[in-house]
């Protein structure tokens, strides 16, 4: 069941992803969640609060999944570790994944410096610390395919269904053979 807080937090995460800060405004926020603009502001006074909210659970759930794969060896277990959890966030929060997809390509947005840590975070849950290298390469593609697939699972109404090939989809792209 889903909060007042998780509705608007993921409407406007996917908003902000979009759009970025300057161009996002109250109004479409709670066009989004299907509040009035008074009672989106009485969850949050003001859209740097949603903003704020919406960085501090992206960072979050991020860091979580980091931290749920750190005593995990690099390879494959944590590979996989890792993209079960990302896949299951991105089936359960899809405005968080927007988020956190804008982190890892860049979408000309205005809001760059606030959220390239998330995409640092992100790799980090892959112990991908050399950009110009092939690793770097698939764990970004793995990244984005899982978004992607993620997204639009969720959108058909498929997610149950999709959720072991987007898996699968994201090892193979890791190089992995299952």
């Given at each position: 069941?889903?909060?007042?807080?998780?509705?608007?937090?993921?409407?406007?995460?996917?908003?902000?992803?979009?759009?970025?800060?300057?161009?996002?405004?109250?109004?479409?926020?709670?066009?989004?969640?299907?509040?009035?603009?008074?009672?989106?502001?009485?969850?949050?006074?003001?859209?740097?609060?949603?903003?704020?909210?919406?960085?501090?659970?992206?960072?979050?759930?991020?860091?979580?999944?980091?931290?749920?794969?750190?005593?995990?060896p690099v390879g494959p277990e944590r590979d996989r570790r890792a993209v079960?959890?990302?896949?299951?966030?991105?089936?359960?929060?899809?405005?968080?994944?927007?988020?956190?997809?804008?982190?890892?390509?860049?979408?000309?947005?205005?809001?760059?410096?606030?959220?390239?840590l998330l995409g640092g975070l992100l790799l980090e849950a892959f112990d991908?610390v050399a950009p110009a290298d092939a690793r770097h390469i698939r764990v970004?593609?793995?990244?984005?395919?899982?978004?992607?697939?993620?997204?639009?699972?969720?959108?058909?109404?498929?997610?149950?269904?999709?959720?072991?090939?987007?898996?699968?989809?994201?090892?193979?792209?890791?190089?992995?053979?299952?």
């Amino acid at each position: 069941m889903s909060t007042s807080r998780t509705v608007i937090v993921d409407a406007a995460a996917t908003l902000f992803a979009r759009f970025g800060f300057e161009r996002t405004s109250i109004q479409a926020i709670a066009d989004a969640t299907g509040y009035s603009k008074a009672g989106l502001l009485h969850h949050f006074p003001t859209k740097l609060a949603v903003y704020a909210a919406v960085l501090e659970e992206s960072h979050t759930e991020t860091v979580r999944v980091k931290d749920r794969v750190a005593d995990l060896p690099v390879g494959p277990e944590r590979d996989r570790r890792a993209v079960e959890l990302l896949v299951d966030l991105a089936l359960s929060r899809p405005g968080l994944v927007s988020m956190l997809l804008s982190a890892i390509v860049p979408t000309g947005n205005d809001d760059t410096d606030h959220i390239d840590l998330l995409g640092g975070l992100l790799l980090e849950a892959f112990d991908d610390v050399a950009p110009a290298d092939a690793r770097h390469i698939r764990v970004t593609g793995a990244l984005v395919a899982l978004g992607i697939l993620a997204l639009e699972a969720r959108r058909s109404d498929n997610a149950s269904f999709w959720r072991n090939e987007i898996i699968a989809t994201a090892l193979s792209t890791l190089g992995q053979v299952h």
